[in-house]
């Protein structure tokens, strides 16, 4: 029986071990260019050179090619013709649709998690890391959960093309909150714009519940995107 129970509890414990990743390297430089961009530290309109970044990021040229390849693909980065590959710059336009579509994604997933009537654990949990990170005034952490929060609602909705949407629209939402200015934010009341949101769904009021998370994606869009792509 004992030894049973030490199979048991070794096999329980290899499953609880994740894989090393051993990404390509295109991924890897990928994966840093995007968080560049999407951070703001690259800006729109930046060019991208290949040799300089090479030399920055200790690579050769070939996965450097190779990744902004993946962010062209993204929708991040754009060809420009006899001039090479840049940032994709932000327009008013694009930024006022942006918004706009999002609200349209979150009205949806909230209709399709209280139709499944999918569980609100995850969202509560964003909720609350969301709370404390607004009391320790981590304004990164409480950002890191609000996307949470909203990658989690897209989710719950279990709508494959809705997430698969959703992510694209996503690389876009981030950086445009990267590149404004939010320094004189007031984080408890990012904080507290959420839990109404869970409650309003667990209660199963659906007028509610879409009209806070409306008003909630109408604030980002109340902001002029004129002003934002002029601050850049």
């Known amino acids: ?55 920055q990021m200790n690579v ?28 994709k710059p932000l327009t008013a336009r694009e930024i006022g649709e942006t918004y706009s579509l999002r609200e349209v994604f979150e009205v949806m997933a909230v209709r399709r998690i209280l139709e499944i009537n999918a569980p609100l654990d995850d969202l509560r949990t964003h909720c609350d890391v969301m709370t404390a990170a607004a009391k320790a005034d981590d304004f990164a952490a409480l950002v890191a959960a609000d996307e949470a929060f909203h990658q989690a609602l ?9 997430l698969a949407s959703w992510k694209n629209l996503y690389l876009r939402i981030h950086q445009i909150m990267a590149l404004r200015n939010r320094d004189d934010s007031n984080l408890s009341e990012v904080a507290g714009n959420h839990p109404p949101i869970v409650d309003a769904i667990a209660a199963g009021d659906s007028d509610r519940a879409i009209k806070l998370i409306s008003e909630h994606t109408r604030i980002l869009a109340a902001f002029d995107p004129a002003t934002i792509v002029e601050s850049l």
Do not use: C, F, W
């Not at 897209?154 to 809705?162: K, V």
């Open 154 to 162: 897209i989710r719950l909705a279990d709508h494959d093309l809705l």
């Open 1 to 55: 029986m004992k030894m049973a129970t030490r199979r048991a509890s070794a096999h329980t414990m290899a499953h609880d071990i994740q894989p090393i990743e051993n990404a390509p390297l295109r991924v890897q430089v990928a994966n840093r260019l995007r968080s560049a961009i999407l951070s703001g530290r690259l800006k729109p309109g930046t060019g991208l050179v290949e040799t300089a970044l090479a030399e």
């Open 60 to 87: 050769s040229r070939a996965p450097i090619r190779e990744a902004i390849q993946i962010l062209e693909n993204d929708g991040l980065v754009e060809t420009i013709a006899y001039k090479g590959k840049r940032v």
